[in-house]
């Protein structure tokens, strides 16, 4: 083949061109970080991204979800378990009264009766976050209401009822309340307690079948409380489930997306190489020519 | 008989001869970095010899030719090959600014605009009774709006400029016909008086190959040295005439026709080809599947919401979330932006329950494209990589093509193009033949100077 300067010329900066190309790209590549800049550098890895990026977003979003419904739990269990306190004081009340001998200050007992009554009435009215813990779905109006004669107890007429799910993950939702029919059993408690709070202030002891009534609504009481830490239990195992998936997603992305930089770099040092073989071999050749030889 | 004069005649000649190869030398040196040159040979032959008592004697050398190296089959492949290449480059071009419109993967992209729209129903499913969620929704939502309008605008701008290209192209082409029209008529002329045109050859050649870059032509010489230049087979050029190729519109395509041939090209290939292929197929296909996302995207989120129940005694129903149709008029319906209480998160009017706000939520999963087997984020996810398939797929042919032509142009290179080197050596046997003939006319003149001193 004859080879003419023109050819050599051509060549040598079409050799030089692309080294430099290869050369420029890594460098991006290790300068961002990033081994996919644009869709058209790894189309599948593309989509890769986007969808990890997606579950990122969403996991982040879900994390968020299980801590505020712990919180709204966490408030939920507690004050159920006030009012369990509160029931167990008044069980012993209840005991203390179930004696002849303090007839005389039945009267009393009834007044500390009346007392308990209103702070389960605030209790089952406790909110949280703006929201009335026990107003099912109804979260914006008081469930229950204690009469001016404080002789019954209504609930709200729209309804105390209804379960609120959070989503805890994809696909997944969680129990996050304990709706206040639940937790009440209507307004059974208050009933209870209403009729026992007469019977003393009518002179009638407590009989051992109303102290029994109370003990049942404590137990029940309990095990709601219980429900309610067994759903925080839940979210914080959940929330533990997601933390570890976000790691997972984040070097999920991390393959798909970032520079191996010990390689772009021994990449580039092989490209450096070969530009200063090409420039050094060219500096040797381009300018000879026969004219060097002539006189 | 050879006389002395008849000596002195081939000397005559021979420093004529070579004086030309020097000058056709110089020539081919000083046009050894031009474009398109194909360097030029003197061809010598001896004269018609004298018949003689003694036999043929010799007298001299004329110079029957000077014509350029070059294979006409290099050029015709090179010119197959560059058709190819043009498409595959423009179509990459074209495709690489689709790509920087998507901005993708990024923080900003549409892809991070729908991820957030739904997480903000998600929170909103937390929050169901207080506005500030609320507002976080209709943020995200006038963002994802704002997305998928910013996207339909730019891929309908970058649709109309290819209309821009194609017209210069086709423009290109019409000045490229008419001048390979006029040099041919020039060609055909010095030819026909027996001359040989090398660089206006050169000049038709060049003329040839930027033509198709630009689109697909055939270029045979005819026996009288003209060049019938064609494309989609109607004659566009030649001996002086040229016929302009047109372009128009038909049904929102762009049809080329060369002259006034009722029959439009269906293969036209080059940048003018890579061009009409993505105007009349490839974008319009990417607007609309952008269409088809936002379409989905108002369908599943209204369907959901008009459902549910807003805040508010009685709550607030029936609304839609989106108004519009499609990529260029989605927006969120103006009535929820001035009563954010309007967003349906409930499916029974109590303002705690979040069902719709979850099932709101839950519309990213639903199989609602492709004919029910592909989510929302998942087609654009699709779509997103299918362009940078596409743009790889078109500079691979592009660096395949590349490298042919490349090839090609080396093996037309190593035929017609100038060697230094060469010329040199040529410039020194001329120069030396001319010295020689030099000294034969002195030589002569000695000789008859010896004869006259005689007399």
Do not use: W
């Not at chain 1, 770099?265 to 200063?276: A, Q, S, V, W, Y």
């Not at chain 2, 005649?9 to 398109?36: K, V």
């Not at chain 2, 959901?304 to 129903?317: I, V």
């Amino acid at each position: 083949m004859r080879v003419t300067e023109n050819h050599l010329a051509t060549q040598y900066l079409n050799n030089v061109q692309n080294t430099r190309q290869r050369v420029a790209d890594l460098q991006s590549k290790i300068a961002s970080g990033k081994r996919v800049l644009k869709p058209s550098d790894d189309p599948r890895a593309t989509d890769g991204i986007l969808r990890f990026q997606a579950l990122l977003e969403a996991n982040e979003q879900y994390q968020r979800s299980n801590a505020d419904g712990q919180s709204f739990l966490q408030a939920t269990s507690e004050t159920l378990g006030s009012i369990s306190d509160s029931l167990l004081g008044l069980k012993g009340l209840l005991v203390r009264a179930n004696n002849s001998a303090n007839i005389e200050t039945l009267p009393s007992f009834a007044t500390s009766a009346d007392a308990i009554l209103g702070d389960l009435v605030d209790m089952a009215n406790t909110r949280f976050n703006g929201k009335y813990i026990f107003g099912g779905t109804n979260t914006l109006e008081r469930p229950f209401t204690l009469d001016a004669a404080r002789t019954a107890v209504t609930t709200n007429p729209n309804g105390i009822d209804g379960v609120i799910a959070y989503p805890v993950g994809e696909g997944i939702t969680q129990q996050s309340n304990i709706p206040g029919d639940e937790a009440f059993q209507g307004t059974t408690i208050f009933d209870t307690i209403i009729r026992i709070r007469d019977t003393m202030a009518a002179g009638t002891i407590p009989t051992a079948a109303d102290i029994d009534e109370v003990s049942a609504q404590l137990d029940y009481m309990l095990t709601k409380a219980g429900k309610a830490g067994m759903f925080v239990n839940t979210m914080t195992a959940n929330e533990a489930f997601l933390a570890s998936q976000e790691t997972q997603l984040r070097s999920l992305l991390s393959i798909e997306q970032d520079t191996d930089v010990a390689e772009a770099i021994t990449e580039m040092k092989r490209g450096e190489l070969m530009l200063d073989a090409a420039l050094n071999t060219m500096a040797r050749i381009l300018p000879k020519s026969l004219l060097d030889f002539l006189r | 008989m050879a006389s002395l004069s008849n000596i002195l005649e081939i000397a005559r000649r021979s420093l004529t001869a070579q004086r030309l190869a020097i000058n056709t030398t110089g020539h081919n040196i000083s046009n050894a970095g031009t474009p398109g040159f194909s360097r030029q040979r003197v061809e010598f032959a001896p004269t018609d010899p004298m018949r003689t008592a003694f036999g043929f004697v010799g007298t001299g050398v004329i110079t029957s030719r000077i014509g350029r190296v070059r294979e006409g089959f290099i050029d015709q492949q090179i010119r197959g090959a560059s058709d190819t290449l043009g498409s595959a480059a423009s179509q990459q071009k074209i495709l690489g600014q689709v790509e920087a419109v998507l901005n993708e993967p990024a923080d900003n992209g549409l892809s991070a605009s729908l991820n957030r729209f739904y997480n903000a129903f998600n929170e909103l499913a937390l929050h169901p009774e207080e506005s500030a969620y609320r507002s976080n929704v209709l943020q995200q939502g006038t963002l994802l709006s704002q997305s998928f309008h910013q996207l339909n605008k730019n891929l309908t701008q970058l649709h109309g400029d290819i209309l821009n290209d194609v017209n210069a192209k086709v423009a290109d082409i019409n000045r490229l016909t008419k001048e390979i029209g006029q040099l041919d008529l020039q060609i055909v002329t010095a030819l026909s008086g027996g001359d040989e045109p090398s660089d206006l050859k050169d000049k038709r050649d060049m003329k040839l190959d930027e033509l198709s870059k630009i689109v697909r032509i055939s270029a045979n010489e005819d026996t009288n040295g003209s060049m019938i230049v064609s494309i989609g087979g109607a004659e566009v050029a030649s001996r002086g005439l040229s016929t302009d190729v047109v372009a128009s519109i038909e049904n929102g395509q762009v049809v080329i026709r060369p002259g006034n041939s009722p029959r439009a090209l269906s293969v036209i290939s080059g940048s003018l080809g890579g061009d009409v292929e993505m105007f009349n197929r490839v974008i319009p296909d990417y607007i609309d599947k952008v269409h088809q996302l936002a379409s989905a995207m108002i369908t599943t989120v209204n369907n959901a919401h008009r459902a549910g129940f807003g805040l508010g005694t009685p709550p607030l129903t029936g609304n839609d979330f989106f108004v519009g149709t499609d990529a260029a008029t989605i927006d969120i319906n103006p009535f929820l932006l001035t009563n954010p209480a309007a967003i349906a998160t409930s499916s029974d009017g109590r303002p705690g329950n979040n069902d719709v706000a979850l099932a709101l939520a839950a519309q990213k999963s639903a199989m609602v494209l492709d004919g029910g087997v592909t989510t929302i984020p998942q087609f654009y996810n699709n779509l997103v990589s299918a362009i940078g398939s596409a743009i790889n797929q078109a500079g691979y042919q592009e660096s395949t093509q590349q490298l042919i032509v490349t090839q090609l142009e080396n093996q037309r290179n190593s035929v017609s193009g100038v060697s230094i080197d060469e010329e040199m050596t040529n410039l020194i046997k001329y120069q030396r033949a001319f010295d020689a003939s030099a000294r034969l006319v002195s030589t002569v003149d000695e000789m008859m100077q010896t004869i006259i001193d005689l007399v």
